[in-house]
């Protein structure tokens, strides 16, 4: 089957990945309408749902959803996608077709566009999909283009409207969180009328994340049909979930929330983020791992890397930072395995607190006498890859840069500069600021050998204005972040060695977008190992492992109080890429001998976890142990992570059955010799030895020793 078809005359499109099928078709009015999204289907089957009688409507009713990109407009009354302004006041679009585009965008992948004018005004509109031959991620955005001689305003510019089947109802799985409690899966009922998830933050945001899975009510972690979809946009962004009576839903989801809108000037043209959507059968579980898949297949700038085992001088010294502090902490980290040093806040200007500094990206000559240098080198001499806290998109008033540049920062002329954490927001809408920003990075880059930038931003936007540029200062909620996207492109391309973390006060700034430009993200400033279990696991419902930054902490947590094991907080940062953020000085030589022999554990199985596929088999919350595996793409060996909160006596304890394993085989526990048949892990399970008490924890390393027979043989190991 071809991966993408035309049956010209009923006007149906049909889009193949490799498990599922995507249909529309031109109706007769020329809009794009929806027909299918789901299991593979042939060009016959999508024109035979395509001549469906529709039901029969009333004078009161408008478009049933199913519209490719509602427009605002005609007899459309749900959440549109696409609202336009032209200059002679209408607020309308009605479709005309002109014409496709197959294309091949690169081998494997294959390309639909299809293009659409306003029956009157010269403005365009082109919906483009792409598929790629290695998953089932179906890849949709929007180019609007004013070919007209009149200004146009996009009041609304959505990326893509998404349709689901006729079931009987819907439930809505999503993310809600705040700073520092990031990632909440929530799963509940589809209400009737429109749910709006969104951040008017100008970031991602801690509160909501921009994707949602839907179902019919039935799926579970390993069974049913999941709908899916995500943006790729770290700005502000809306995505409205409908459900109407008449039983349909489906979803609309794009940049910018209500209010702002874009001019769209003669000539110019405005491309939408990618909305990425997923249909699975198989359950939640497997919604994602095909995302997991996908980012790394797809997303990731080095998919394939192994992340090394960073340290992070944040928690344990604040704004306190000196060479000589910070070459001690190097050497003991260097001794605890670590592979990348990162100097966190405080290095810089008059930095010694949140209240001053931030825009003075020159080291403090009292606290580095020598610049950066000195400490690079010795992180280097010690083995390990030097990485570096920035913050290019603030400014605190206390700092030279704010007085060289008051002008610099989001502001309206006549209202109050507000700050969140003593700082104001540099409006990197403008293109002097994002130069100024380009350019001491990539001299600080390039000057010091720096291997790794944490890249922070650490407060939401407010007063977002623009007053040079009055007529159209909406634009900055997505110009800013168009810059903050050149900016990273540009260092990425002068420095090719430079891996970047995306941080925003942990995760506000956790999204497809900025995954497909850094290595990997910081879910959260919330190092509590029991909190960040919950964390972790609304993080990895879309985002893999690969990407998922994870510190191990000191006791009494900072956030929470809670004192729990060095084990356990190992094997919670285990679950995604291992960092230590403790105070190494006041480690014990117990405490620094455990935890290098748990770093050299992680660095055994890191390549399940990073590269492996994700089962969670019991979620945190749940009764008894929480628990996830990790396996190995050949099923050659996996990783089982299981935590105990608090054991209660009499309760259950539930033997984890192994997902993924090469049923033929039989897998020898890498710590303890005693071997396995898959077939018993699989159906009966296994009950890893936890020790007594609360805050109990284990890693089960698995690895087959008999591998599948082919033409008779076996092999034992
Ligand atoms: C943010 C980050 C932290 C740390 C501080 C430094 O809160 O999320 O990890 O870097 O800034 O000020």
């Given at each position: 089957m071809s991966v993408i078809a035309f049956a010209p005359d009923a006007g149906v499109w049909l889009l193949s990945t490799p498990r599922t099928s995507y249909a529309l078709r031109i109706d007769a009015t020329g809009a794009p309408c929806h027909l299918a999204w789901g299991p593979l289907l042939t060009l016959d089957e999508a024109q035979e749902v395509a001549t469906a009688p529709a039901p029969p409507v009333s004078s009161f009713e408008g478009r049933p959803v199913g519209d490719e990109l509602p427009v605002d407009g005609?007899?459309?009354?749900?959440?549109?996608s696409l609202q336009v302004r032209f200059a002679d006041g209408t607020r309308a679009f009605e479709w005309q077709p002109t014409g496709h585009r197959v294309l091949e965008p690169a081998p494997g992948s294959a390309e639909l566009v299809l293009e659409f004018r306003d029956r009157v005004h010269l403005l365009r509109v082109a919906l483009h999909y792409r598929v790629h031959g290695d998953s089932d991620v179906i890849e949709r955005w929007t180019v609007l283009r004013n070919d007209g001689d009149a200004p146009v305003t996009l009041q609304r510019a959505d990326s893509a409207a998404w349709t689901l089947p006729f079931r009987d109802g819907y439930r809505l799985s999503h993310v809600t969180g705040q700073w520092s409690s990031e990632t909440q899966l929530r799963r509940e009922t589809l209400p009737f009328g429109e749910t709006v998830l969104t951040s008017r933050r100008g970031i991602t945001s801690h509160h909501a994340n921009p994707w949602v899975m839907l179902d019919a009510g039935d799926a579970t972690e390993s069974h049913g049909q999941v709908w899916s979809a995500a943006l790729a946009w770290s700005g502000s962004w809306r995505i409205t979930v409908q459900r109407t009576p008449d039983g349909r839903a489906g979803f609309t989801g794009g940049a910018g929330h209500e209010g702002p809108s874009l001019p769209l000037g003669p000539g110019e043209e405005y491309t939408t983020p990618v909305h990425a959507g997923l249909y699975c059968e198989g359950g939640f579980g497997a919604a994602s791992r095909e995302w997991h898949a996908y980012t790394l297949a797809q997303v990731l700038p080095h998919p394939r890397e192994i992340r090394p085992v960073l340290y992070n001088s944040w928690e344990a010294t604040g704004f306190d930072v000196d060479e000589a502090g910070q070459k001690a902490l190097a050497a003991r980290a260097a001794a605890l395995g670590a592979e990348l040093y990162v100097m966190d806040d405080g290095?810089?200007?008059?930095?010694?607190?949140?209240?001053?500094?931030?825009?003075?990206?020159?080291?403090d000559p009292d606290r580095f006498p020598g610049g950066l240098s000195p400490l690079v080198e010795e992180v280097h001499r010690l083995g390990m890859r030097f990485g570096l806290w920035v913050e290019p998109e603030m400014v605190n008033p206390d700092s030279d840069l704010y007085r060289e540049h008051p002008d610099w920062v989001l502001h309206f002329p006549d209202r109050t500069r507000t700050e969140l954490r003593s700082q104001l927001v540099l409006n990197f809408a403008r293109r002097d600021v994002a130069e100024w920003a380009y350019g001491w990075l990539t001299r600080l880059v390039g000057d010091h050998g720096i291997d790794f930038l944490k890249w922070d931003m650490n407060r939401a936007f407010s007063e977002a204005g623009w007053p040079d540029r009055a007529?159209?200062?909406?634009e900055v909620w997505t110009t800013y972040v168009h810059h903050v996207y050149d900016v990273i492109d540009r260092l990425r391309v002068d420095h090719p060695r430079l891996r970047i973390e995306a941080c925003s006060g942990g995760g506000g700034r956790v999204d497809l977008g900025m995954m497909s430009r850094t290595d990997q993200a910081w879910p959260s400033d919330n190092t509590d190992a029991a909190d960040r279990l919950a964390i972790q696991h609304g993080y990895g419902q879309l985002y893999p492992a690969r990407t998922m930054a994870a510190w191990v902490t000191d006791v009494p947590n900072q956030f929470t109080g809670r004192s729990v094991p060095l084990r356990f907080r190992f094997h919670v940062a285990t679950a995604g890429v291992l960092g230590i953020g403790g105070d190494l000085s006041r480690w014990s030589d117990a405490e620094l001998a455990e935890g290098a022999g748990l770093v050299a554990e992680y660095k055994r199985v890191r390549h399940l976890v990073q590269h492996g596929e994700l089962h969670r088999l019991r979620a945190p919350g749940e009764h008894g142990p929480a628990a996830t595996q990790y396996v190995a793409a050949d099923g050659s060996e996996t990783l089982l992570l299981v935590w105990q909160r608090t054991p209660r006596h009499g309760s259950p304890s539930p033997a984890l059955r192994l997902a993924g394993l090469d049923p033929a085989a039989r897998y020898r526990d890498a710590r303890t010799g005693t071997v396995h048949s898959a077939t018993v892990l699989r159906e009966y399970g296994i009950r890893p030895e936890l020790p007594p008490g609360d805050w109990a924890s284990a890693a089960v390393h698995l690895i087959r020793v008999v591998p599948p027979i082919e033409g008779g043989g076996a092999a034992g190991g």
């Open positions: 005609g007899t459309m009354y749900g959440p549109p290095w810089f200007g008059a930095r010694r607190s949140a209240e001053a500094g931030l825009g003075d990206w020159t080291p007529d159209r200062a909406d």
